[in-house]
């Protein structure tokens, strides 16, 4: 059809539209985020509705409206069933798809993340088939986090000290969570007032795991070991730094 597209995209939200269509939200590998009328999906006998359930990875075709664009066609190539069959799964699914949703404006294309928001869910979903069990899903949506603010310009500082410069030395720190990066107890002791909501104590071992999460490809993830001690203090710096990016 003239004027159409195909791309590959994950299937992000899908809500009701007039009496027979529905609005579909899509990250797209080519064209970013996009929001689509998907028409007679309401219908009984409509074949396009199975393949537009949040959730799926679909081959789509994109028409363009006058008001508008809508979805051509969509076959799906991926349904994480794994994810959807497992309470933990689907928490930690939903969990990075609303910040991912949240975070990412409409029509802004960028391959690296797309590719990075399926490899998440990729290992979601094959964590499923041993159990995923809250820590190991905590532990990957901390290292998700970390490579998306990456990617998109938020790389917190682990280096050097973001108020005087000096490099970071093991022992006492702390994590600026508004401006995303560490700071020495030094520059700690001599804050401004105020600055306590901002400031998480931060140590030695959770700084070099964060070192690695920016520094590694996701799926590493899968073999890390790291104990729930740490893995709490990761879920709590992850959190906090997500917090004040929104």
């Known amino acids: 059809m003239e004027g159409s597209k195909r791309t590959l995209a994950l299937v992000l939200k899908r809500q009701d539209y007039r009496e027979y269509d529905s609005l579909v939200s899509f990250y797209t590998k080519e064209y970013g985020k996009l929001s689509l009328m ?23 075709m994109i028409i363009p409206g006058k008001g508008r664009d809508y979805v051509g066609s969509a076959i799906g190539q991926e349904a994480f069933a794994n994810l959807k069959a497992d309470l933990n799964g689907l928490y930690y699914t939903g969990l990075g798809l609303r ?12 391959q690296e993340l797309f590719y990075l928001l399926l490899n998440y869910l990729d290992i979601l979903n094959a964590q499923e088939s041993a159990g995923l069990n809250k820590e190991m899903g905590e532990l990957i949506f901390s290292f998700f986090v970390f490579k998306f603010m990456a990617i998109t310009g938020y790389r917190p500082a682990t280096s050097d000290c973001l108020s005087c410069g000096r490099k970071i030395i093991p022992g006492k720190n702390y994590f600026n969570l508004k401006n995303g990066g ?10 401004p007032p105020g600055e306590d909501t901002e400031l998480l104590t931060i140590s030695d071992n959770c700084v070099k795991l964060l070192r ?17 001690k740490l893995i709490k203090e990761m879920a709590l710096l992850t959190r906090g730094f997500l917090n004040f990016r929104t």
């Open 212 to 228: 690695f999460m920016l520094d590694n490809n996701l799926d590493l993830s899968q073999k890390l070991k790291v104990d729930k």
């Open 38 to 60: 998907a028409r007679g999906t309401k219908k009984l006998k409509s074949k396009l509705a199975g393949h537009l359930e949040p959730l799926t990875l679909v081959d789509l």
């Open 99 to 110: 910040w991912f949703n949240r975070l990412v404006g409409e029509n802004e294309a960028d």
């Open 182 to 191: 560490l700071i020495c107890a030094d520059c700690f002791s001599t804050r």
